[in-house]
């Protein structure tokens, strides 16, 4: 079964500060990966997904992620972050061909106005 | 677009009853619903899957008969906690899809928490 681990579960940073949050998974085969967002309140939302391709993803919001084989990491990023940014970030992992998640635990951002 | 719903938002039992929990999709036919449970400070832990019309599919260590899940429709998930105890105290989280087998995103509902006394 995959594995996913998320470090640094709470992160605080300022405005305008770039954010890094890093996901690492452990699986033998072929995986799809994705970033859900929770904002206070609210249910888990897609932020991004990688299946196939540019291992460097676009996703909603000005978050990218890229996808390192090599590193077996998912690695999330955004250049600046905004106050409405403060969410708690899951990264998750499905074996291809399966739509079984595995979820890490989870970073929990808060941005400081 | 892609909405869940669940119902209750949160709900409180004795220990020993059952509480059925339910999961729908609202504006999209879900062919494949998930159920996960959360605790204090973890990840989402995926429980089952379950597709339109047929037997739910358990994770390892989940007993399918505490857990009892029923997909009868393409926008209905209900999974029932039966004689709950407390220690069944928990987040759950449905999410849904609208393909089978096929990798597809999964749309999650707002979870049900559940304290059982």
């Known amino acids: 079964a995959q594995s996913v681990s998320q470090h640094n579960h709470h992160v605080i940073l300022s405005e305008a500060a770039s954010l890094e949050l890093g996901c690492n998974y452990s699986y033998g085969g072929t995986v799809n990966l994705f970033w859900y967002v929770q904002y206070p309140g609210q249910h888990l939302q897609l932020l991004l997904k990688?299946?196939?391709?540019?291992?460097l993803v676009k996703g909603i919001k000005g978050f990218e992620a890229e996808f390192i084989k090599s590193k077996f990491s998912f690695n999330l990023r955004k250049p600046s972050v905004q106050w409405s940014d403060t969410a708690e970030y899951f990264c998750?992992?499905?074996?291809?061909?399966?739509?079984?998640?595995?979820f890490g635990k989870g970073n929990q951002v808060v941005v400081i106005p | 677009g892609a909405v869940v719903s669940q119902h209750p938002s949160r709900v409180i039992c004795k220990s020993g009853t059952s509480v059925k929990i339910e999961c729908r999709s609202l504006?999209?036919?879900?062919?494949?619903m998930f159920w996960y449970r959360q605790f204090p400070k973890q990840s989402l832990m995926l429980m089952a899957t379950s597709n339109e019309g047929s037997k739910a599919t358990y994770e390892q260590g989940v007993e399918k008969d505490k857990f009892l899940i029923n997909h009868a429709s393409l926008t209905l998930s209900t999974l029932t906690v039966t004689s709950a105890h407390p220690e069944d105290s928990s987040f759950y989280i449905c999410?849904?899809?609208?393909?089978?087998?096929?990798?597809?995103?999964?749309?999650f509902g707002p979870g049900t928490r559940l304290l059982v006394l």
């Open positions: 999410s849904a899809s609208a393909a089978r087998g096929r990798l597809e995103t999964q749309y």
């Open positions: 504006d999209f036919q879900a062919t494949t």
């Open positions: 998750a992992v499905s074996p291809l061909g399966n739509n079984r998640l595995a």
């Open positions: 990688y299946f196939s391709g540019d291992p």
